[in-house]
């Protein structure tokens, strides 16, 4: 009985075991997970070592408790499923926890991306154990005061090279681990002005029981190697759930990596396993929000408050008031420790006038703040791509070029449920066949790519910023063949017009560039990098980009090198897309 039992996708799921290019193991990678010696490989063995413990007197795991207080969901399903003769262990510790807890539903949430820490670039996503039953939840957003799952690299860096090779190659622990959620919110929608999503999934209550307890199995019993690529915060919520959930199978069918803003989306495998969804704009989004709603007249007022040109007891408007209020909100989180201070000071001062005031501001907060102004995370393109394109260049010579992209977004991608004007791209490339010389030549290997537009006001001062890394043939030399690698960076300001469908950028960049058939193998200098940004419609957009490079690395007289890209983009939903490139560039007479 105990040899079919061993096969069983529920048993699997408890111990994690997955079939990949190492054969059938575990990816559990604690020593304390395991009872048998063979566990890690041999299901059969781990599972006659877990009965055999079942009802002995010792005590395992990081607590020292007995088999049956460190394993409640292991112990359950091997009990009832064998109907063991073994008594049931009292476990104090356990259903203490489980009471504070007081888990009534679940939900996925999904923080948008945030480009100031490397391993968030990506998005974020945890779970949030509602102690508001999920009825409720369809017209609530639940209490800040329940508690939030999330699974993390346990690294003592945030950046540079070592964190990243660490991080994709399993160097760091990954752990689970338990929060107020208020600490989530403050972290993500004040400090770091991340948009927060929570999708209410459909379990019951026994199935939500099923995985707080292997959550606390995996909480206090093991460790995971922690991958940024595949095996991570995202893919390891996913495990979890699988337990509650034994018929819906949300790990398979990834790429070789998976992405935060993807496992959202694999629910849509399940019709009616997400019951709501629920919205919690960011300090910045509410800002944003709130200077919109403002009339003419409300506009002055409120820019002259964020100018020191009134104070906020001379100022008799509640809507223009509650604006500065949310600047300063705004300013008080994004500013560094020297300016915090001064801000709560102001802040102070505003929410005193405003209390003086009295009433309600015209507009309803709930109304205006909490509707989706932006499409769902999960309702966003897909973020591996392949396109194929016709071509003809100035030589006459007709080619089909195929670009293949891992991930994620660019700048002519439709920007429903991503950052606005944001570049996210890693292992790209561009494959070309020309049918005069029938020749095939790799155009492009992109190894990432990066570039953040965010638009400048008379409130917010804002950075935008590019990067990246690649290969590409540089199309001012005559070569072909000749891919030279290539890095740049740079920063410099975009602003908005038109409601925000017309973006004029202009960025200051540093390049490198590599290659043989290059003047002294190097070319190295300034390049400004400008161009435009147009929406003509929700799916429709078109970008006009000019880039001037000076080499600076030469024994001739320096001159530019120019290029001109103009391209359009139309989408059709999620999955297909349309686009026209035309590119242009002065030869390299050096």
Known sequence: KIKGLSGKLYWHRLMHYRTGIRGFRSQADGDDFFFSKDGRTDAFKEMMASVAVLDQNIEVGRLKTHPQCAFPERSRYLMKELALPIAKKSCPEYEQWMKAINAESASLVFSSYYAGNPASIFGHTFLKLNSVPLEELKDSDGRISDYGISFAASADMNGGLMFAVYGLTGGYWGDFSLKPY???????????????????????????????????????????????????????????????????????????????????????????????????????????????????????????????????????????????????????????????????????????????????????????????????????????????????????????????????????????GYPKNSQIEFLSGRFRYNYTDKNFRVEEIQIFGATSLTPVDKAIMSVSWSTGLLATEPKDKSCDKCLSPQFFAGAGMNFDFFDKRFSLYGLLEGKLEYGNKLNRSFRYGPQINAGSIIKITEPFKIHLSEKAFLNVNTNKKMKPIYSTTLGSSYSFGQSYEARMMLTHVIPDSH
Not at 200 to 212: A, G, I, N, P, V
Not at 249 to 267: E, H, Q, R, W
Not at 282 to 311: H, M, P, T, W
Not at 358 to 367: L, N
């Open 182 to 416: 208020y600490e989530k919110l403050n972290e993500y929608t004040k400090s770091e002005s991340r948009d927060i999503w929570e999708y209410h999934l459909d379990l019951k209550k026994d199935e939500l029981t099923r995985m707080m307890a292997h959550f606390w199995e995996l909480g206090y019993n093991n460790r995971f190697k922690y991958f940024f690529i595949d095996e991570n915060c995202a893919y390891q919520l996913l495990t979890l759930i699988e337990v509650a959930k034994p018929d819906w199978d949300l790990t398979s069918g990834f790429p070789f990596y998976v992405l935060p803003a993807d496992t959202i989306k694999v629910f849509d495998r399940y019709p009616g396993s997400v019951v709501n969804v629920t919205y919690r704009p960011s300090l910045q989004k509410l800002l944003d929000k709130r200077r919109v709603a403002l009339k003419d007249d409300e506009k002055e007022i409120f820019y002259d408050l964020v100018n020191g040109k009134i104070q906020p007891k001379e100022t008799q408007d509640r809507e223009a008031l509650e604006a500065y209020i949310s600047f300063l909100r705004y300013k008080t989180f994004a500013s560094k420790t020297g300016g915090v201070k001064v801000f709560k000071d102001s802040l102070r001062n505003a929410l005193v006038s405003r209390a003086i005031l009295g009433g309600v501001a015209d507009y309803k907060e709930k109304k205006l703040f909490h509707t989706y102004s932006e499409a769902r995370p999960d309702k966003s393109h897909n973020g591996y791509s392949a396109w194929l394109f016709g071509g003809n260049n100035n030589k006459l010579d007709n080619f089909t070029e195929l670009r293949l992209r891992s991930g994620l977004h660019d700048l002519l991608n439709d920007d429903r």
